[in-house]
């Protein structure tokens, strides 16, 4: 796993799975309950454009903060940036650990991050983590699976994602549905071209 450091303004790819390939999703009140981890530990020092939870891992698009948008003691250096990750991955190895009777790390000891640093990069990767479960055999279409943020984007609901950013980046709302239309139709030959890492 990869560990360059978070830095503000920069987009990253993060990543993580279960320790020994361990499932990190018991069941499915475990997937809500780590979006609500998520809101309340990365909200504050991060924008979060895409996810997708799988039953052994999972995927996160997200933008760290600019420096004066972030909490004062990131600014000074009193905190460092990912230890809100850190926190996410320990609130709820806790929490399950407490239901299901295990004990020790429930994730990989370092979480993958990787730079995205253009936007026709950014598209693709959203692309991937929705596409993702499709690549894994979660699923044989990522529009009928209910644990990424996929039908969050391209609802009117309330959301914490960052929907409206996302659909400019695409254009609007039908580019960005035929975009991964189209995606999914190429899957077999291109999604391992979209990204190098196999997580």
């Known amino acids: 796993m990869s560990t360059i450091p978070l ?8 990543h993580n799975r279960g320790n020994n390939k361990e499932n990190i999703f018991k069941e499915d009140r475990n997937y809500l309950f780590f979006l609500t981890k998520v809101k309340k530990y990365l909200l504050d020092i991060s924008d979060i454009y895409a996810y997708c939870l799988m039953p052994n891992h999972f995927h996160l698009v997200s933008k760290i903060k600019t420096h ?3 909490p004062s003691e990131y600014q000074t ?3 460092r940036i990912h230890q809100p990750f850190s926190n996410l991955f320990n609130a709820y190895t806790k929490a399950i ?13 370092h979480f993958g991050r ?17 596409l993702n479960a499709v690549k894994h055999g979660f699923t ?3 529009r009928k699976y209910k644990h990424s943020s996929y039908h969050s984007l391209i609802s009117e609901g309330h959301t914490h994602l960052q929907r409206h950013k996302v659909m ?10 035929f975009c991964h239309q189209a995606q999914q139709y190429h899957l077999t030959h291109h999604l391992n071209e979209i990204e190098n890492e196999d997580c």
């Open 7 to 14: 830095k503000p303004g920069i987009y990253y790819h993060i």
């Open 68 to 70: 004066d948008a972030l």
């Open 77 to 79: 250096g009193k905190k």
């Open 97 to 109: 650990n407490k239901a299901t009777g295990r004990t020790g790390s429930l994730f990989q000891e």
């Open 114 to 130: 990787h730079v995205i640093n253009d936007e026709k990069y950014l598209q693709n990767i959203i692309m991937y983590v929705h």
């Open 140 to 142: 044989d279409d990522y």
């Open 168 to 177: 400019d980046l695409f254009g609007d709302k039908e580019s960005f549905i």
